[in-house]
């Protein structure tokens, strides 16, 4: 374990995103598929939601030391390939070796009652479909996403990493520049999140469509009774699901 500390210098940023770009061009002949994450200026995070799940990270204060070196690595451009799968995800970052270190997140999915219950809640505090339905979240939701222990962003029980680096720490720096790549991929994607945590993002529109359907109809003092399928909310908003 010294051995590798004593052989692996630091590298400056510089020296970082110039190996990361070749391993990138490189890998790119042979998968076309890869997905590096591309953080564009100082910011790796715009979105409220997508900065929300940085600040949940950060909140595990036992990793402290690595999330710092984390940071510095993606926004520098190391993890030159990262996908989100249900419960998974897989990561390339490129550290002090040739060949990239390999990354795997997984998070528990997000329990059944757990769910229906912050369905129930966060429907009756939607005031507009709009921002769900291009697949953003508005801001009062906010406090059920990030609420400890009841909120969707998983708690460190929930959450495992692997990463094939020497390093003894669970959370290494590759596994904290990953993490901090998901939160980059939730600006550009905010659905990947209920992919992430095995829970459909059309149960929030029709819960909120329906809830407002009710609103509507109880000022009218008429009850619905109804629900909306899946190919019914999608077709209101002339949708095409994926």
Not at 99 to 105: G, R, T
Not at 136 to 160: D, N
Request: glycine fraction near 6%; include cysteine.
């Amino acid at each position: 374990m010294m051995d590798y500390y004593k052989k692996n210098t630091y590298k400056t940023s510089g020296e970082l995103r110039s190996k990361s770009e070749r391993k990138i061009e490189a890998l790119r002949k042979k998968d076309p598929s890869i997905a590096p994450v591309i953080i564009d200026g100082n910011k790796i995070a715009r979105s409220w939601w997508a900065i929300a799940w940085n600040r949940n990270l950060e909140s595990y204060a036992d990793y402290e030391n690595r999330i710092a070196r984390g940071r510095r690595y993606v926004k520098n451009g190391t993890v030159i390939d990262l996908k989100i799968e249900k419960g998974l995800v897989r990561a390339l970052v490129m550290g002090s070796r040739r060949k990239p270190y390999e990354v795997l997140i997984r998070i528990d999915p997000l329990d059944k009652a757990h769910w229906e219950a912050i369905l129930g809640h966060s429907s009756k505090r939607i005031d507009s479909l709009e921002s769900l339905v291009r697949g953003e979240f508005p801001r009062e939701l906010e406090e059920l996403f990030t609420l400890r222990g009841k909120g969707l962003f998983p708690s460190p029980s929930e959450i495992r990493f692997d990463c094939d680096c020497p390093d003894w720490a669970d959370m290494c720096k590759h596994v904290a520049a990953a993490l901090y790549g998901i939160g980059a991929r939730f600006d550009e994607d905010p659905t990947l999140f209920f992919m992430l945590r095995d829970i459909e993002f059309e149960d929030l529109i029709r819960k909120s469509l329906e809830q407002t359907v009710d609103n509507l109809l109880e000022n009218a003092d008429r009850k619905s009774g109804r629900t909306l399928s899946d190919d019914k909310v999608w077709n209101l908003f002339d949708i095409e699901k994926g």
